[in-house]
């Protein structure tokens, strides 16, 4: 995939950010264990479960490993989210919230626009701190935001959300920052290794996702899969 991120302009002021005065929302576990009292989220992602992209983000894990409020993401988690859908609740009562009926509906409108728009490819290049975490951007060529667009425009039952605008950048988190105590370390860190590229991921389906919110990271299970067309 030629390396042309149009995401590119964004993520570096995002790196100029990290290196330059960056003091995020330290992440909190506590926060992983639910929200408003909502345990089961859902999540249309792209996982990365390559065997040599893992390896390649073991070998950096390897050097943030013991760098005080770092902490790893477990590698079941690795994934590139799409759009996030909302919270499955029984009874709705916030904008984010889905009921199982609502649940069916998404699931038709996904599987019947997904189906309709191509494959993609989507490379994982560069390290950089966006918010709360490490991450390793992805350059996509638009594709995500595209299909993003798609569901947003025909899914009638799809919400959509503030977050989701120009703002949003495609990401494969790796770490989470828990407290400020490491950030010249993690910085400094960084920077070694900064234009690392873990590889390229050929994109034929989306997944439906359920994380169960729990310390210290959700526990994700695949509920659906939808293909893309060739």
């Not at 995020?24 to 996982?47: C, H, N, Q, W």
């Not at 590139?80 to 499955?88: A, E, N, S």
């Not at 009921?99 to 560069?126: H, M, W, Y």
């Not at 910085?187 to 290794?193: E, K, N, V, W, Y």
Request: one cysteine or more; hydrophobic letters at 35%.
């Amino acid at each position: 995939m030629k390396d042309s991120n149009i995401h590119a302009d964004k993520f570096g002021q995002v790196w100029q950010h990290f290196q330059n005065g960056f003091r995020p929302s330290a992440y909190d576990p506590e926060r992983v264990a639910g929200f408003d009292g909502r345990k089961t989220s859902l999540t249309l992602s792209i996982p990365i479960h390559q065997p040599e992209i893992i390896h390649k983000i073991r070998e950096i894990s390897a050097k943030l490993q013991g760098l005080d409020g770092i902490y790893l993401m477990p590698e079941e988690y690795y994934h590139v989210t799409v759009k996030w859908l909302g919270f499955f609740t029984d009874r709705k009562e916030k904008d984010y919230d889905i009921e199982a009926n609502t649940l069916d509906l998404i699931i038709e409108q996904a599987e019947n626009i997904i189906g309709e728009v191509p494959s993609f490819e989507i490379c994982l290049k560069r390290l950089n701190g966006l918010g709360g975490f490490v991450v390793c951007e992805v350059s996509d060529n638009g594709a995500i935001a595209r299909l993003r667009g798609r569901l947003h425009q025909d899914a009638a039952d799809i919400p959509i959300y503030p977050l989701e605008g120009e703002e949003w950048l495609p990401h494969l988190s790796l770490a989470g920052i828990k407290s400020q105590k490491s950030i010249s370390q993690l910085q400094h860190r960084i920077r070694q290794f900064r234009d690392v590229e873990l590889g390229t991921v050929q994109v034929n389906q989306i997944h439906l996702s359920r994380a169960l919110l729990q310390q210290p990271f959700p526990s994700c299970t695949t509920i659906r899969t939808f293909q893309l067309t060739n």
